[in-house]
């Protein structure tokens, strides 16, 4: 325990620049949220695409902070200097993990609960709700960071790694604004939208996928064997993508021709055109 506290300490020490940013991008995210209304017209507009820019942010931020710490004892190679000190891989995973508690998840709690305050929801009565929520926030958005900070030598093969995710992501999205016609291409983004909704609704898959990348992170440390983890790392990305986007699921899709079952069927949207902004241009046309 007290090998873990003095990594973390030092990881406080050299990544207080990351923590500063990411605090700051929490504080203001606060301050706008408390303001944000679910209507984008000519007075809100501004406000709302800011949140919404801070959304994109704040997780950025925490990917960048948790390569920084992870980096700190990169392990990639075999001659880093933590190898040859009485470290124990233990510690050293607790003392990450402890710094991402701490600076990451902690700041988003403090988020919700003053957001849940200011709109008259009594945040002590939903501590479960909130808990899971942050796991998988935890678990979503800050596990993968860790995993490809853990396989990674440095800041630069890092930022290489997130781009090639980005243009993956965006060839993905090409694919569907090229060739609009086509049935199974138009079905995937549904089949994609439907696997996400049920992993995000079935806890015991979540629990199923942390743990996985847990456990993946507890080998990684023990036994730092990078290139077999990376191997890992590209098949489940390749397996998952491929079951997701899979043609005969895409087609089971396409073919029902219903929208699926509501979640809540209690909770309804009604259409109001008279709350809508239309741009005075379109007017006088």
């Known amino acids: 325990m007290q090998q873990t506290i003095h990594i973390f300490l030092k990881d406080v020490r050299r990544g207080w620049p990351y ?65 040859t000190r009485p470290y124990s891989w233990k510690s050293l995973f607790a003392a990450k993990l402890l710094f991402c508690a701490t600076w990451l998840v902690l700041p988003h709690v403090v988020l919700d609960w003053i957001v849940l305050s200011s709109d008259g929801f009594p945040p002590q009565a939903r501590i479960p709700a909130l808990l899971w929520r942050h796991c998988y926030v935890f678990g979503l958005l800050m596990l993968p960071a860790f995993v490809r900070a853990a396989v990674t030598r440095g800041m630069r093969q890092f930022m290489m790694a997130c781009f090639l995710l980005a243009i993956a992501l965006y060839l993905t999205f090409q694919v569907g604004v090229l060739h609009p016609s086509n049935e199974i291409v138009s ?7 439907a696997a996400a909704i049920s992993c995000a609704g079935e806890p015991y898959g979540t629990i199923l996928y942390g743990g996985g990348v847990m456990a993946l992170l507890l080998w990684l440390y023990a036994h730092r064997r990078t290139n077999a983890a990376r191997i890992i790392v590209l098949a489940a990305a390749a397996g998952s993508l491929v079951v997701s986007a899979w043609p005969p699921r895409a087609i089971v899709w396409i073919s029902q021709k219903q929208p699926a079952p509501a979640t809540y069927p209690e909770i309804a949207v009604v259409y109001k055109p008279e709350l809508c902004w239309i741009p005075s241009w379109q007017v006088s046309a």
């Open 19 to 83: 923590i500063a940013a990411v605090l700051a991008l929490t504080a203001t995210l606060t301050f706008l949220t408390l303001q944000w209304v679910p209507e984008y017209g000519p007075t809100t507009r501004t406000l709302n695409n800011l949140v919404d820019l801070l959304d994109f942010l704040l997780p950025m931020a925490w990917w960048f902070a948790i390569a920084h710490v992870v980096h700190g004892e990169c392990l990639v190679g075999d001659r880093q200097f933590w190898v």
């Open 187 to 193: 079905a995937l983004p549904r089949a994609n939208h």
